[in-house]
């Protein structure tokens, strides 16, 4: 009887999360889009921006939207507002954005470029 528990919980609740952990991990192992994909998914955006953000870069001005497309979600956002505006400081294991009303105004970190 207790196999047959041990069985049942294996199934229904260890395996789901196993499988949802391996399609996360194959997107992991995706390729990295390309400039012409980025472009074609922005077209708002600059190809010399596209060429940049397909290389991990980023560049004071840079949107929001950019950095999260060049660098990937951050680990945690702290933000403030006031009568300036909104203050973001996003974390990153490589360093730290600074926006200011969703513009790249500084960075801090040896691994972010």
Do not use: H
């Not at 789901?16 to 992991?28: A, G, I, M, R």
């Amino acid at each position: 009887m207790l196999q047959a528990a041990v069985i049942l919980f294996a199934v229904l609740v260890v395996a789901p999360f196993v499988q949802s952990q391996l399609l996360k991990l194959s997107d992991l192992m995706a390729p990295p889009p390309t400039a012409a994909q980025i472009c074609a998914r922005n077209p708002k955006w600059t190809v010399k921006d596209c060429y940049r953000i397909a290389a991990g870069k980023v560049w004071l001005g840079m949107t929001e939207d950019m950095a999260r497309e060049s660098l990937g979600e951050p680990w945690v956002v702290n933000s403030c507002s006031g009568e300036w505006g909104v203050l973001e400081e996003w974390i990153y294991k490589a360093g730290y954005l600074y926006f200011e009303n969703g513009v790249l105004a500084r960075w801090d970190g040896p691994e972010i470029r």
